[in-house]
């Protein structure tokens, strides 16, 4: 958790912006997400009916002395404690939002957490008894020499085998582990506990298993973890710590997954609820509060901003929100706000869904022309680009119409939509439902769950009773597969469309 | 505008309805099942599939069209086939083994069937073994096979050679195609073509027959 303090009179968002602490804020400040909240202490204006509706939305659990306020509708007067969280949802926990704490008898020692995605691997070292966040440590997989996504690791393992790709990555975090300690000021014996998580095959990749049947249909894992092992095997250096590997689901459907429903509660007893999380590979879970489904689809990297013309990852100079003016003009904001270089997979859902509200773009992805300037940006976007979004959104919105009719449910009957994935949490909720990637009867249900695979990697790290929470989940359940399924092929080519519908 | 570019319009529109009724009024008028076809249907198709590549229109506009063509073409072919006209030829095609993406394999089927070819549908995932059960069976002048995935294309080879061992190589024009396929895998695996597209796979399926389309 990250502690701040600010001081200033007026709305919290300006106070913490002048205090160099800046907040994600998905809407803009338009107080229609919310999603800015944040723990205060200090001097503030009750909140009012508008900023309590959307509280009540997302219940936040008690953090004694503190107010859980929206910082874009919270007034202050004078100096405010502000604790945000960093390890976000660690704050938040699974069922009956009670908190998750350490079980274990060494309050003093320490919790390693990671998630090995595909693209990004994020380290962290927090302390076990106070849940304190002492570092973290994130990088570009290594792996991407091999292949930028999961079934071209699996094909150069044909060529170089499991062996190499998993010295890769062993390496990798070793050296990641290394750089965190030093951090830190701890000893790789301080650490009594470690979770690493990732999808079925970032952790065969680790285990230097054979990946070949994870490639090619029935897609058969050699193992879907959910063990607890001495993390020695792995880490020579810590001869006190347990490594647990989280349990999967299937092939597609891995521990990373499985860690978000317990990060997100989605999947506890009671509660209508749906996971989405936006990736290169889209996975995604249901529940009707009883039984419990998931399903992944193939997204391609459009939502990274790869084979997109203009396309680059989300750092400074990406165009991240593109928004139609009141004048009429086509308005854009940059990370950092420095000078255009190109567009990010958010950016691109706001570019298009902008595109089509100025009606430059009809709802079949027909351009005026063959390429448009995000206002006078000097980056464009071609009509190839709005295809390979369209193909990538169709995946998506068709795999969440797949679950919704397995569990035999209208969008509108789930309380809570959580998104995870970094570029889940950063993507504003309106462009995404004005492209049809998210259902518009959800879009003020909307919950951002940042790294949900990371959240539940830590959480399993705190305890062990979470442990079993979650292989029950694992075992309960029940993967959809999309490639036969008939609604799935239907709606695959209707979403393809802006509207949705089967424009014949 | 006269009743053929009307017809061509409407199946580049996807419109069902529109173009079987101007395939009735076009035959009360006197045009033959066979222009109808050629200059009405094709036609559209045809240019439709020139926007595709310019990415001018999706797959779904492609993917109605298609259903449109092949709506007037349950028309039009007893009537061709009455006249004397024949069919193109005989095509089997399918996903290969390991495979489940179907969506690019339907639509180079559903083209190939509008344009005149009659084409038995394997389905996804089909191992070589049922690819050369379907030759013998079937005795088509074309295998169509798709691979979608980096991990599958191997498995294009692999129908390849087992058609060659079955002997039947010399019997039937390979097609590959598929997102991760290229005209040089084609070649080096030993097929007969490779289309870009389901458009792309039509003119490349005709000429193969000797038929200017």
Known sequence: MDKVTATQTGLLSDALDAAGHHLPMPCRGRRTCGKCGVYVAGVTVPADEHEAALLARYPQPELPGYAFRLACMCQIRGTVAVVTSSIAGVVVADVGMELISYDGTEPQSL????????????????????????????????????GSDVLSRIDATATVGSARLQDVIVTQLTGMLDTALRQTGAQATDITRMTITGNTT???????????????????????????RPARDIFPGLINAELYLPPGISTYVGPDVVCG?????????????????VGTNGEMAVSDGDRLWCCSTAAGPAFEGAEISAGMPALPGAIE?????????????????????????????SAVSTFLDAKLVDETGAMRGTAIEIGNSGISLTQADVRRLQLAKAAIAAGIDTLLAEAGKQAEELSVLHLAGGFGSYMSSESAVGIGLLPPTLIERVSASGNAALTGAVLL???????????????????????????????????????????? | MPILDQLSDAVQRGRVRDALALIEAGLADGITAQKLLDDGLLAGIERLGVKFRKNEVWVPEVMSAARALNRGLQILRPLIIEA?????????????????????????????????????????????????????????????LSALLTTTIGELRGVIDAVAHAGLRDRVQILVG????????????????????????????????????
């Open chain 1, 321 to 349: 929100d593109v928004w139609l003016a009141d004048d009429g003009r086509i308005g854009y904001r940059t990370i950092a706000r420095k000078r255009p270089k190109g567009i990010c997979g958010s950016g691109l859902i």
């Open chain 2, 84 to 144: 004397g006209g024949a069919l193109k030829g005989r095509v089997v095609i399918g996903t290969v083994h390991g495979d489940l993406h179907d969506v690019g394999k339907n639509l180079v089927g559903l083209m190939l069937e509008g344009s005149g070819f009659e084409v038995i549908d394997l389905g996804v995932n089909v191992s070589a073994d049922d690819f050369v059960q379907a030759m013998v069976e079937h005795e088509p002048d074309i295998l169509c």
């Open chain 1, 202 to 228: 970032m952790l065969h990749l680790l285990d230097g298993l054979p990946v070949r049947s994870l490639g090619v249909y029935p897609f058969t894992p050699q193992t879907l973890f959910g063990e607890t």
């Open chain 1, 461 to 504: 790290t705190l305890s062990r009773e979470s442990r079993g929470i979650a292989e029950q989940r694992a075992a309960r359940a029940e993967e959809v597969g999309l490639a036969t399924h008939p609604v799935f092929m239907d709606r695959y080519i209707e979403q393809m469309s802006f509207s949705g519908d089967d424009n014949v």
């Open chain 1, 111 to 146: 919790g390693c957490a990671i998630d090995i995605g595909t693209t990004t691997v994020t380290l962290l070292i927090f302390r076990l008894g106070d849940r304190e966040l002492l570092a973290e440590v994130s990088q570009l997989n290594h792996q991407v020499a091999y």
């Open chain 2, 178 to 213: 598929g997102a991760p396929v290229t005209s040089d895998l084609a070649i080096a695996i030993g097929a007969d073509g490779f289309a870009q597209d389901a458009a792309a796979a039509t003119e490349l399926a005709s000429r193969l027959m000797g038929l200017a389309q």
């Open chain 1, 261 to 277: 429903l317990l990060a997100t509660g989605v999947g506890a007893a009671g509660q209508a609820e749906l996971l989405v999380d």
